[in-house]
C-alpha cells in the first residue's frame, strides 16, 4: 500500500537514542488516516516518540471492512525506494502489480514481500470479485544502506513455516521463530510472526534479549505480558526479554514485530526511505520526470503524483545516545 498523505512530512528515524534497551510496556495509539475515497487505515509507526521497531519502519492496519459492494482496496501505482513491503492479510484478498511484471494475487496468511531495493513501482487492489471482508496489515522494512540499492525483486509464499503450541498457531512472516525460518528475503536480523490464539489460551513466546518487539493487536481480546491490547493497537515492549507471556480472552489475531534495533539514522518522506534529502528530492524527481521506477501494466487508473517536498530543509539529527 502506498502513503497516501498529501502533506507527507520528512522524518529522520533509526539510531540506538530511542531503543528501550529493557523490557518496557508501551501502549502506542493509532493515528487514524484516510487512503483514498473509502479506505481508512490505523497507523502504528511511525508514531509519536516510536519510529522503528528493528527495521520495521512503517505499520498500517486496515479493516475489517464490508467491501461486499465496493471497490474495496484501489491503490494507484506509485513508487518504493530503500524498503520492503510486507503484505498481511487475515480476510480478503490483494491483487499485486509492479514494475518487474509481476501479478499475484495475495490471500490470507500468504507473504506477499516486495523489496524495492534502489527502486520499483506497484499498484495494489482488491480484485473483483472479491471476498466480502478485507482485513489486513501493510509493513515496511528500512534496508541498511548496505543493501538499500538492491536490484528490486518481489516474492509470494503461500506456505509459510509454523509454530504450534496448545492454542497457538504461529506463522513465520519474516525471521525466524522457535527454529521456524520463514523463506523471504531478509537484509537485517529481524522476525515477524502472525499470533492466532483460540479464546482461553495462556503461553508464553521465545524471545531474543538482543532484539527489540512490539505487537500489534489485529482482533479479539488479549493481554500480551499482563497488558490489555485492543485491537487497531499496538504494545512496545523494548529488549531485554527471553519470553513473551500471551493471554487470549477469546480468539485473537496479533503480529509479532521485532529485530535489532536500526543503528543507521533513516531519512522516511512519503513511499521512500533515504539518507539524506537529496537522495530524497531526486527520487521525486524520477518518479515525476523520470523512468527510473518502471511502468505498472494493467492497472485501470494513473499514477499517483507525488507530494511536494516540504519547504523547509531537513537537519540531520546527531545519533542520541
Ligand atoms: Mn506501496
Redesign the pocket.
Known sequence: ??NLDRQAALSVCGGRGFVAAEPVRELLSPRRVKLGESTEVRRLLPNLGRRMVGAWAFVDHYGPDDIADEPGMQ?PP?P?MGLQ?VSWLHEGEVLHRDSLGSLATVRPRELGLMTSGRAIS?S?ESPAPHARLLHGAQLWVALPDAHRDVEPHFQHHANLPTVIAPGLTATVILGELDGAVSPGTTYSPLVGADLALTGGTETALPLDPDFEYAVLAMSGEASVDGVPVEPGSMLYLGCGRTELPLRAVSDTGLMLLGGEPFEEEIVMWW?FVARTQDDIAQAREDWMHGDRFGTVRGYDGAPIPAPTLPPVPLKPRGRVR
Do not use: C, F, L, W
Open positions: 500500500m502506498s491503490v506509485h518504493h513491503t506497484h495494489e513511499n
